[in-house]
């Protein structure tokens, strides 16, 4: 079945240093999403990937989608103590959708910024 | 949560006991998910329905029931509860392509389930 791996599973940074966390797919995706859970609260949709070497930016997050869609990564420029929380990716399967609906979490990145 | 309500937020069941968590979304969408989250393992789905009527397995569906008969609710029942189903349980709804961002997910608030 589709397997999705997230690197790294823990992070601590210094406030206003970067971070990134990466997302990769045993299969070919079409398309990726991500979350950010804070801690005791539930995952907060981010983003949705769709275009193979797709490229998106939400303020200080950007968002990439690789060539061949099986892999996808989350960059933080200069994080900040409202960063800290567990980042998901979520790859969805090709021919998923109606009643085959394939949708796969990585098992996060919790990101932890000392201030 | 982008009206995804769920019931209760806490609960402490024992084993062979039965219980419903409740689900209910009032946006007229029709994909509904249950996952449950486990430390170190991320979420896994339960199971999953695209319109009321039809459900589907998902990753981990052994010991958990559920039913769809109309579009707003998504009822997960446990028959039989087992120390190993002690987990945070959300619920999800697929909201379809909205502008840039994509077709967007909202989740519950979870419900914090034990069983002893």
């Known amino acids: 079945g589709q397997q999705v791996m997230q690197i790294p599973q823990y992070q601590h940074v210094q406030e206003g240093e970067d971070f990134t966390t990466y997302c990769n797919s045993s299969t070919t995706l079409s398309n990726i999403q991500w979350y950010k859970q804070r801690p005791g609260g539930h995952p907060v949709f981010l983003i949705q990937?769709?275009?193979?070497?797709e490229v998106k930016k939400q303020k200080r997050l950007t968002f990439q989608f690789g060539e061949a869609k099986k892999n996808s990564s989350l960059h933080i420029t200069a994080t900040q103590t409202t960063d800290v929380g567990t980042y998901f990716c979520?790859?969805?399967?090709?021919?998923?959708?109606?009643?085959?609906?394939?949708?796969?979490f990585g098992k996060g990145t919790l990101l932890t910024v000392n201030p | 949560n982008a009206g995804v309500t769920q019931t209760p937020k806490f609960h402490i069941l024992k084993t062979g006991q039965s219980m419903t968590l409740q689900c209910a979304q009032d946006?007229?969408?029709?994909?509904l998910s249950w996952y449950r989250q486990d430390p170190g393992m991320g979420l896994r789905r339960i199971h999953y329905?695209?319109?009321?009527?039809?459900?589907d397995k998902g990753e981990v569906p052994d010991g958990y029931n559920v039913s769809r008969s109309n579009t707003e609710d998504f009822p997960l029942r446990l028959e039989s509860a087992a120390p190993s189903q002690t987990s945070v349980y959300f619920c999800?709804?697929?909201?379809?392509?909205?502008?840039?961002?994509?077709?967007?997910?909202?989740f519950g608030p979870g419900t914090r389930l034990t069983v002893l």
């Open positions: 979520a790859g969805e399967g090709e021919n998923s959708g109606g009643s085959n609906y394939k949708l796969t």
């Open positions: 999800a709804m697929k909201r379809l392509a909205q502008a840039l961002k994509g077709d967007e997910q909202f």
């Open positions: 946006m007229n969408h029709g994909y």
């Open positions: 990937l769709v275009k193979s070497g």
């Open positions: 329905s695209v319109a009321a009527g039809i459900t």
